[in-house]
């Protein structure tokens, strides 16, 4: 009995040393960080916290489709800035426009988001801005003074425009209220700004939106294009899956 008990032993002890151990189980993958700012009608957290409007809810929606784990974080547009110089973490920031500047720190999603017509807004009655002209006009004009805000884009056209014409602007940090209030003032003569934000401005604000004029230009018909924009740390294969649920999402 001892020596057919001791066979058991090293028969077993045989087959537990030709059992490969299993190799361990990687812990699950942090959820990507999906940063926003507070900018409605295109982002914003609703009254129950949840982030919503034109532009955060395609991108949770492709997020979801994608099946990529994502945790929502309310972050200042220069703390992103930040985040994004550092890439310390896998995130995407929400609604950025594409530049040739941030394309160096980051990638690009497919189009989440089209904004409608973009446009210049000053005071009613400002005989110095005319609607439907070049943009060039506007911007090459010395004695008109624009309001931009410091680190915004404007999209390409402007962007480069602001450039080339040496278009005489202020810098500024404030809020849409505030320019508002400017306009109110003739401190400034313009600024630029989408129709859905401005909705949304001058509903908070409490004066009626006969106070201001839009002006349009005649060679800037396409609207901004929201993109995530998200740090080299996010997986080319989680880009790859998130820029295809964005497209199969928008037929």
């Known amino acids: 009995m001892k020596v057919y008990a001791l066979s058991l032993l090293m028969a077993a002890g045989a087959a537990s040393a030709q059992t490969p151990a299993a190799p361990p ?15 409605p009608p295109l982002q914003y957290a609703d009254s129950r916290g949840v982030l919503t409007g034109h532009v955060a809810k395609p991108a949770i929606a492709a997020l979801k489709a994608a099946g990529i784990p994502f945790q929502v974080r309310q972050t200042p547009a220069k703390m992103q800035l930040v985040l994004m110089q550092g890439d310390q973490e896998q995130a995407c920031m929400l609604g950025w426009l594409q530049t040739p500047e941030r394309e160096r720190t980051g990638k690009f999603s497919e189009v989440v988001y089209e904004d409608k017509r973009p446009f210049a807004l000053t005071w009613n009655g400002n005989a110095a801005m005319h609607d439907e002209e070049p943009l060039k006009d506007t911007l090459s004009d010395k004695n008109l003074r624009a309001v931009v805000t410091r680190g915004a884009s404007y999209g390409v056209a402007i962007d480069r425009g602001l ?3 040496k278009t005489t602007t202020i810098p500024s940090t404030a809020d849409t209220q505030q320019l508002l209030d400017m306009l109110r003032r003739h401190s400034i003569d313009y600024f630029f700004i989408t129709e859905e934000e401005l909705e949304e401005a001058v509903k908070t604000s409490g004066y009626p939106a006969s106070h201001y004029k839009r002006i349009y230009f005649s060679d800037l018909y396409k609207g901004y294009e929201r993109r995530l924009w998200c740090s080299k740390s996010v997986p080319d294969e989680t880009f790859k899956r998130l820029n295809a649920a964005i497209v199969r999402l928008r037929k």
Do not use: I, M, N, Q
Request: proline fraction near 22%; hydrophobic fraction near 45%; glycine fraction near 0%.
């Open 25 to 39: 189980v990687p812990p699950p993958a942090a959820p990507l960080a999906l940063h926003f700012s507070h900018s």
């Open 163 to 165: 450039l080339r014409y």
